[in-house]
T-cell receptor, first 112, second 117 residues
């Protein structure tokens, strides 16, 4: 299948901004998502962006999409220790029946 | 938000036995359910897509005779791992969506940790 790539690990200090990056290869990707997975828990949808959008902001979260470069980022402002988790980038499109194609996940560690 | 449960949350079985994992949508009707498998330090891999009342669509490389999926109702899908082997040990996660996808959010279960001895 098409690839979704993320860096595996990110460490930031509490109060700083975190930026998690993701690249994908499928030019027919319709929706791009960010999910959060806390230890022992299921996946929680944080936000999603439609492919014809450049940016979406939701409280502390900002998603930027560069469709030309197939690059997606998630910025978390004022990162808190409770934000420590694994963040998955995912894409879906009509060809896949909207099943999600995930990246490997970025483990975010927020230190005091 | 909508809730999806999975049962059991953790199961240990002997090699050669079969294990059934249930996925239930508790407060919505899941027209479509997806089964994913998560390997350590790897991404979630889609195993199959199931629509209520019809046969599941399996991804390439997933053995349909080994991973039996039944989506018998709009609130229940089951994954049966038949004749389990140690390499089947993994974290299995299901999701449900009220529609066919697109902007319909997929709601994920908490996952089932399968360990095959």
């Amino acid at each position: 299948g098409e690839d979704v790539e993320q860096s595996l690990f990110l460490s930031v200090r509490e109060g700083d901004s975190s930026v998690i990056n993701c690249t994908y290869t499928d030019s027919s990707s319709t929706y791009l998502y960010w999910y959060k997975q806390e230890p022992g828990a299921g996946l929680q949808l944080l936000t999603y962006i439609f492919s014809n959008m450049d940016m979406k902001q939701d409280q502390r979260l900002t998603v930027l999409l560069n469709k030309k470069d197939k690059h997606l980022s998630l910025r978390i402002a004022d990162t808190q220790t409770g934000d420590s988790a694994i963040y998955f980038c995912a894409e879906s499109n009509t060809n896949s029946g909207y099943a999600l194609n995930f990246g490997k996940g970025t483990s975010l560690l927020v230190t005091p | 938000g909508a809730v999806v449960s999975q049962h059991p949350s953790r199961v240990i079985c002997k090699s050669g036995t079969s294990v059934k994992i249930e996925c239930r949508s508790l407060d919505f009707q899941a027209t479509t359910m997806f089964w994913y498998r998560q390997f350590p330090k790897k991404s979630l891999m889609l195993m199959a897509t199931s629509n209520e009342g019809s046969k599941a669509t399996y991804e390439q490389g997933v053995e349909k005779d080994k991973f039996l999926i039944n989506h018998a109702s709009l609130t229940l899908s089951t994954l049966t791992v038949t004749s389990a082997h140690p390499e089947d040990s993994s974290f299995y996660i299901c999701s449900g969506t009220p529609g066919a996808g697109g902007t319909d959010t997929q709601y994920f279960g908490p996952g089932t940790r399968l360990t095959v001895l």
